[in-house]
């Protein structure tokens, strides 16, 4: 059975930080391009950071030079480190997993940005 467990979400400061995690198993993590869509109430899902099977990256224009996406092979992990975080970061992330017709989501993470 795959699953996806995302974790670190919360509510922070404007200009703060957080740390999101996401958790694979039942698939065979490396071989999976991997990534964090957020989606914010009365707007469509969007992709907010993507990292290959070979680690590549992309990014949102809105979060360059501000969110990091990384992953550890060998725990099965996709994290997504977010920096100066802006009330416009509100929304709930979820991870994703996809290789070839493959495609799996986690359950959410709420990330709220607000003073």
């Known amino acids: 059975q795959v699953q996806l467990v995302e974790s670190g979400g919360g509510l922070v400061q404007p200009g703060g930080s957080l740390r999101l995690s996401c958790a694979a198993s039942?698939?065979?993590?490396?071989?999976?391009?991997m990534g964090w869509y957020r989606q914010a109430p009365g707007r469509q899902r969007e992709l907010v950071a993507g990292?290959?099977?070979?680690?590549?990256?992309t990014y949102a224009d809105s979060v360059k030079d501000r969110f990091t996406i990384s992953r550890d092979n060998a725990k099965n992990t996709v994290i997504l480190q977010m920096n100066s975080l802006k009330p416009e970061d509100t929304a709930v992330y979820s991870c994703?997993?996809?290789?070839?017709?493959?495609?799996?989501w986690g359950q959410g993470t709420q990330v709220t940005v607000s003073s």
């Open positions: 990292i290959s099977s070979s680690g590549s990256t």
């Open positions: 994703h997993a996809g290789y070839l017709t493959l495609t799996y």
């Open positions: 039942g698939v065979t993590f490396s071989r999976f391009a």
